[in-house]
């Protein structure tokens, strides 16, 4: 504990990234005390502002439709969140499970799990997030769905390469010829093992679910109108530069904030839970 | 059959019956092991000696039942083992194995380690097993309170004892010693088999001590097995094997040891200079 | 020119770990003496490859590590030496031979281009057809069969006896006046070990090469050095002729190590007791022995 407090406090970048996450967190959780105008999160129109460059008490400036820029960015990544811990903590469990049972059991299970594994790998993500929500109609829910459905692969592919090598170490020999079953191998033996390294991806997979599902929205598959969110926000925007850059600059850099302060973080993460092992 | 198989009896306690194995890798045969036979007596220390590619491991593993044979038969006390072991089975034969870092799991703590084989086949109640934990770190000569640490902070003979003690909780009468000592410094060594010789007398058992080390087989082991590209080329009395050696390859391994003493070195002038051959 | 090869003076060894000193060495003193074996002989975490990477000035690069003593080659102070004059001397004028002979070759260049490189570091205009010629000519020299097979193959394509026979070969080819060996051979089988720790010592007495031999193995010490160092926790306990430490030990540590070696001709497993405080007993110097050569 000391050691890894050592390490956050030692590196400035993780210091960083604590922060940039802090901010994310802080301002998702408590979005309806620090929005200045909470209702802009659903249908306002207010005209009179509409299209209005940063200032007071509009700080990021307003939308095509006069809600509040700053306002919307907050409620925005509330949802962020919600899918990313949604998408993680499904995806996980599933490429987890695959990894392990492919890995220590070996032969035919092996065989098929990882080829399914490798059908989904080979078709690009975006490609298969698109076909998803195009055959499906494009809502949040469906919008988990897409996502999770292209990142357990990652993780069954990551888990199924550490079980292989975890597989070969004596204690596993040891666990085998004292009797223990398959599943207490599997689960109390060689998962503990993986679990460094599947939290250090989870924390650098957390900034890059938030940019997929910012590419759907983008791609206006994602979450619709009028429910806030980051990557609509840069499509509606796009449109309208250089003219009304706030439009697309406050919801890009909210977008590179979060991604660079889980980046930071995962690999803080990576060093102090590497170093363990 | 009982819940644990026999172990106070006079005969063979493992038979190796006509055994081969033989992997398949690709479209090539490769034969490891081919037309073993021997019986090993209930208390005795038998060792297996053989360079790497001899199929001692190989061995040690059809003995432990990680893979059946594809020919011949092993049998514990008078019945064969089949291919795929009951708990019966596994409790029987117990391992310890060479690599002291690698055969604990440094996730778990000693304790769990050593519970895992009690929980596994019922030994004592729930409630003693706490107990019965820190008997078996006591009787290989390590602390009770070792059972909360983590492997990472014990030498390489503490870890070692540890993975004695988890061949003893099973309460097997036949354990398959795989180069026990063979990743440890000599003074750490020296008292490890001093461990494993008390071990032996105290609870009568059996080892298979697989090993290339012919100075520790010459004080440790009963009879010895020399195994060769798969094949038992001898099989001897140890007090034999090292003053009348009777295969020209045993008698090249004898004189390859290095030795630190005279008596030794007359003892390998008289069995010959090592074969220049490379291997 | 001095006779001593190598002189170690008063090497002590630190890393800073936590904020806190752990001393590795203290105040090691070794010398070599042209054409000698030395062995530097102890347990793991005693010190001496650590000591073996310093002299080859492989450890100087680590931030952590505090290194002071005086560490002289051929009468020269390493010291002095810019890191470019001592990546001169390796592999030249001083050469080493690692533990697993496989994982030290190269796997992606075969055996001949290998040799071929070392070549050109003691002599850098050399063609690659002389370089074939003359590491044939030293293949052939340890009575390797076919070199020219051996010189076209790659590492894996070889065993590892013959991998070991290569890199004792390519050590000396420069012809240096110190080899530092790090248990070469201990990966190796009993009677591959055999066969080359003897080719090793018929290739330096040809060449009049020192040797710091590292090794845990005191059998080996036996076959090999003229000389030996006990190393024991970062400490010189014992020295002298390897005759008269073997037959002849003083220290309390040498005692318990050579008590320890089960013994080819039998007499049981020694009991070892778990007291060490008697290893911190001062130094013992059998003084130079008869077989140290000028």
Redesign the interface.
Known sequence: MRRTLAILVGNPLSLLGLFLVGIVIFSAVFADFIAPFPEHRGAVVDFANFNQPPAWPNIFGTDLVGRDLFSRILYAYRISLVLGVVVLSIATPIGVIVGLVAGYVGGKTEYVLMRITDVFLSIPPLVLAMAIMGVLEPTLTNGMLAVTSMWWPWYARLVYNLTRSEKEEGYVLAAEVIGASRAYIIFREILPNCVPAIITKMTLDFGFVIIIASSLSFLGLGVQPPTPDLGSMVAGGASYLPDSWWLTLFPALAILIAVFGFNLIGDALREILGADQ | MSKTMSKTMSGPILKVDKVGKTFVQGVHQVEALADISFSVMAGECFAVVGESGSGKSTLANLILGIYPPTTGTISYAGEPLPAKRQLVHRRAIQLVQQNPLSALNPKRTIGASLRLALDVHGIGAPSERRDIVGGLLEEVGLPAEFASRAPAALSGGQRQRVSIARALACQSALLVLDEPTSALDVLVQARVLKLLEKLRRKHNLTYIFITHDLCVVRNIADRVAVFEKGRLIELAATETLFTRPQTPYTRALISAVPVVSEEEERLRQRLGEPQNAIG | MTALVLEIINLNLSFARHGEQTAVLHDVCLSIARGERVALVG??GSGKSVTARIVLGLLGELASARITGEIRFEGQDLGALSPAGRHALRGTKMSMIFQDPTSSLNPAYTIGAQFHEVLRRGAPKISAKAAKERAGAMLAGI?MDQPDRVLGSYPFQL?G??NQ?VMIAMALANTPSLLIADEPGTAL???????T??LMRELVEDNGTAVLFIT?????V??FADRVYVLYRGRIVEKGATHAV??DARHPYTR?????????????????G?ETDVFAAPMFDHGPGAEARP
């Not at chain 3, 089988?189 to 066969?195: E, F, S």
């Not at chain 3, 845990?216 to 080996?220: A, E, K, R, S, T």
């Not at chain 3, 007499?267 to 070892?272: L, P, Q, S």
């Open positions: 347990e793991s009575s065993s006896g013959m026979r089988d009993v009677t591959v070990q055999a066969q720790l003897k845990h193995n005191i059998g080996v036996r076959e073997l037959t318990a190590l050579l008590a320890a070696v089960p013994r080819l001709t039998g007499g049981g497993i020694a009991d070892i778990e």
